[in-house]
């Protein structure tokens, strides 16, 4: 989910979020709590131009042998150059934020609901760390029974000033059904 834009982990990591733009950069998120308080990161996927025209070319300056990527990546060089074309960015959630992930990570989401998919527009993936490991993967429209996911997705899109026509969560209260 995560490779390439790892966080350095500052305290017990609760969730990792990935909102993916079709047509544009990821925001990546994480939030973890460090005593008692709630702390967000979040850092954007870096531009095509970014990417291949200043990033690699830095990179390849620093680090001049051949390596994997997953080499590459656990390099100080290369974790360098990315906080530098993509910086963490962090907040510290009010109560009543911390009321909205502390209900998530209680109620957690029902999986046997219907969901949609599509193949444009944004999706997200989702794990969740506390109290177990899960893993979810939704599309921009979210079911009326994942309403509190939605919280937690536009609550992060507010902290970050992300846009939320193209990263926020909908929720759909009518029901889809297909024909062949």
């Known amino acids: 989910m995560f490779e390439g834009y790892k966080f350095e982990e500052n305290g017990k990591k609760l ?3 990935e909102m993916c733009f079709s047509f544009g950069r990821s925001i990546f998120f994480q939030i973890c709590e460090n005593v008692s ?6 850092r954007s996927e870096l531009s095509r131009t970014e990417y291949f025209d200043k990033f690699l070319a830095e990179v ?8 994997t990527l997953s080499e590459l990546e656990e390099t100080k060089e290369y974790k360098e ?12 959630l009010n109560e009543k934020q911390k009321n909205i992930i502390d209900t998530f990570l209680k109620n957690g989401i029902d999986e046997n609901v219907h969901k949609p998919h599509g193949r444009d527009g944004h999706s997200y993936v989702i794990e969740v760390y506390s109290p177990e490991l899960k893993k ?18 536009n609550m992060f899109v507010d902290i970050s000033q992300a846009d939320f026509q ?15």
């Open 37 to 42: 308080d709630y702390i967000v990161y979040w």
């Open 81 to 92: 150059i990315l906080n530098k074309y993509s910086p963490v960015y962090s907040a510290v």
């Open 136 to 153: 979810y993967h939704c599309w921009c429209m979210l079911p009326e029974e994942w309403s509190i996911l939605a919280d937690v997705i």
């Open 166 to 180: 193209k990263y926020g969560a909908k929720i759909y209260k009518e029901k889809f059904y297909f024909t062949p």
């Open 15 to 17: 969730i990792q979020i």
């Open 60 to 67: 390849h300056n620093e680090i001049n042998h051949f390596m």
